[in-house]
């Protein structure tokens, strides 16, 4: 079955910690994007990638790190400059970054957790 | 910029009641409109979408049309069931700018 599929489901970090949030696709689709989400807000984007090897800053960029090497893969890294990193973080994909009317498909989400 | 005002909750309604949660939208160029779904420590499914003006989209029951005159996009379904509940989200996509644009999302309780 094709899908997005994050690890893991349960993150925990100690703070000065960097931690990777792990994505993977196999949609074949060329863009990709991480949200953070909060409780009772909704969804704010940190980075996204239109095609492999490429990635631009979201909205909330700061703190987070990203990479594209792969076309099924984009790895989120929070690092310890991120000050408040609890959340639950959501991957998505969809099939062209311009495509107005194609939908983002999303992954389960980790929960990210600073203890 | 392009943006999304959804209604604040919670919505809390008794099972087969009609729903409605508001939406509306600001945008330049010619978006298209998302409703997602979001059950309890899950992902955001697809509920349905609207791409261009006058379209309506609809899926399990729930159903949204896109008003180009309003800029609004009501989610809305006839008789709701206690396995509905979940949190809803309004969102644009606009060519312009290739971003997904969310609502705040609106929670939706039904009780039995």
């Known amino acids: 079955d094709g899908g997005i599929t994050q690890s893991p489901k349960y993150l925990f970090r100690k703070e000065g910690q960097n931690v990777t949030l792990s994505c993977e696709q196999n949609?074949?689709?060329?863009?990709m994007y991480w949200y953070r989400q909060d409780p009772g807000q909704g969804l704010r984007l940190i980075y996204y990638s239109q095609i492999v090897n490429d990635f631009q800053k979201g909205d909330i960029a700061e703190g987070y790190s990203v990479s594209r090497e792969k076309k099924e893969s984009f790895p989120l890294t929070v690092t310890s400059a991120q000050k408040n990193p609890t959340a639950f973080y959501l991957c998505a994909s969809s099939r062209k970054w311009a495509e107005a009317n194609t939908e983002a498909f999303f992954g389960q989400g980790t929960r990210l957790t600073v203890v | 910029g392009n943006s999304v005002t959804q209604m604040e909750g919670p919505v809390t309604l008794s099972e087969e009641a009609f729903l409605t949660i508001n939406c509306t939208y600001t945008a330049t160029g010619y978006p298209s409109l998302f409703w997602y779904v979001q059950y309890p420590g899950e992902g955001l499914q697809l509920l349905l979408k609207?791409?261009?003006?006058?379209d309506k989209g609809s899926n399990k029951g729930f159903e949204a049309t896109y008003r180009k005159e309003t800029t609004s996009f009501h989610l809305e379904k006839g008789s709701v069931q206690v396995s509905d509940s979940a949190v809803y989200f309004c969102?644009?996509?606009?060519?312009?700018?290739?971003?997904?644009?969310f609502g705040q999302g609106t929670t939706l309780q039904v009780k039995p």
């Open positions: 949609l074949n689709h060329d863009a």
């Open positions: 609207a791409t261009k003006a006058d």
């Open positions: 969102a644009l996509k606009s060519s312009n700018t290739g971003k997904l644009i």
